[in-house]
């Protein structure tokens, strides 16, 4: 139990503000505004971390949960964190990293070096899978299709299938770098689009329960400023490049309300989220079904899941009809639904049971799929 005492100066320096320490204090919290030494911080910040797995359930002692780590400060520090919290609780996790390379030169090849090296470093097995052996593209090559506008759809929508595939790895969670601004930032997005049916699950801390692979966030209440306060303390070894292509996304305009109201007041973010997860949609509101894709049988509010309209239209050479309206799509696929033989039903077509890459499950320790 970590108990506050009010702030206390000795020699015109402020006093770490957690009882039983008498160290002097070299940083104030983001998230709380209380003054603390480096110790006590790594106490806390882990502390937090572990009482939101427990009191969110996230986790069964015997899981093996794949880390979606990318190289940046929220999945290196959450490896570490995991890891430490699993020893130190037995949680009886089976724990391992699995990254996904987009294809964008200078950024996700440069990245996943780092990630190879916390391999090392965390003594976890790595499995890498990537865009062209999964889609047949790369999001270079996507950008060459699209242009700059709406890349960061096709790059989402196709990297949070991929990390599906973590349950061919034998895993059956997932867990992300999810911090609490990321959440209150989609709470936002989600406000500013009209999304209800987004906007009612963005800030559940598992997603996708009862399919194939949940996904988990431990940093849903854990700011993205202490993150990296956390990773630069503990001189965690990280990727700190921004991706070439985000400048473009909407995310950002989010992003920047979001850091303007954490000035004014840091709990906004925490008050946000909070809002989130008490919202609750009048019965006569329609909600879309979950069901299952009828391709690539993965969790989809229509017969088609959005990766593989996406997929479809880069292969037919209309992206832009991927991402336009519904009746767009369903023009999108009918070529194929109603003459399977024509000729554009030889282009990649996804599939959730994928070929064993040897060289990547050799490489990385992975076993068979």
Known sequence: VVVVVGDLFIMGRKVCVFEACDNFACMKRPKTGEAVCKECFYLAFETEVHETITKGGIFTRGDRVAIGASGGKDSTVLAYVLKLLNDRYDYGLDLFLLSIDEGITGYRDDSLETVKR???????????LSYKELYGWTMDEIVREIGNKNNCTFCGVFRRQALDRAAYLGANKVVTGHNADDIAETVLMNVLR???????????????????????????????????????????????????????????????????????????IIDIIHSGESLHVRQEVTMPVQGKCKRCGCISSSDHCKACVLLEGLNKGRPKLAIGKKVHEAKLLEVNEDNPTSSSSTTTTMTMTPTKPTALSSTHGIGAW
């Open 118 to 128: 916390n391999q090392v470093q965390y003594d976890l097995p790595l499995t890498i």
């Open 194 to 268: 009209g999304d209800i049916a987004r906007l009612k699950r963005c800030t559940a801390i598992i997603t996708g329960e009862g399919s194939d692979l949940p996904r988990c966030k431990p940093f849903k209440y854990t700011y993205e400023k202490e993150i990296v306060m956390y990773a630069y303390f503990k001189n965690l070894d990280y990727f700190s490049t921004e991706c070439t292509y985000s400048p473009n996304a909407y995310r950002g305009y989010a992003r920047v309300f979001l850091k303007d109201l954490e000035v004014i007041n840091p709990t906004a």
